[in-house]
């Protein structure tokens, strides 16, 4: 008999499969994966505010904002110009929307964040064929 529920062995697993993820992701995959879990938080929360679920909401919506920090973060706002700083200025926006959002149970805040990270999220997904191009052993870099 197993001194582990089949819960915590799931729970492992999952652990230990993120980070093969993780250690074996290029830097571009790694931005894509940054966007899915904020999708995926921020519509869960969207439910939990319907379902009434307060407290799982809350936590969600922190987690966003933590994880847009690290979009956030990840910013080189010398070498990225202009582009840089509205990314980052969004960013700050989306952040206070949701702790909008989280403060008000505004459904239509969290919304537009999804709307918002959405099209970004299809616009980093676009530029991978070309970064992967750039970046691939013995490819010059244009």
């Known amino acids: 008999m197993s001194l582990y529920s089949p819960q915590a062995k799931l729970a492992a697993y999952r652990s230990v499969n993120a980070y093969g993820v993780v250690a074996n992701a290029d830097p571009h995959a790694l931005v ?3 966007f899915d879990a904020i999708l995926g938080r921020l519509s869960t ?11 799982r909401k809350a936590s969600l919506l922190h987690s ?6 690290e979009l ?24 206070r929307r949701v702790l909008h959002a989280n403060l008000n149970n505004d459904t239509r805040a969290i919304g ?31």
């Open 32 to 34: 894509l994966t940054l």
């Open 45 to 55: 929360a969207r439910c939990c505010i319907e379902q009434g679920a307060i407290a």
């Open 64 to 69: 966003a904002v933590t994880l847009l920090g």
């Open 72 to 95: 956030r973060g990840s910013l080189d706002l010398e070498k990225g110009g202009e582009l840089a700083r509205n990314l980052s200025d969004l960013y700050d926006y989306m952040v």
């Open 112 to 142: 537009e964040v999804l709307s918002l990270l959405g099209e970004i999220r299809e616009a980093w997904a676009a530029t991978g064929p070309q970064v992967r191009a750039q970046t691939s052993p013995g490819t010059p870099p244009r």
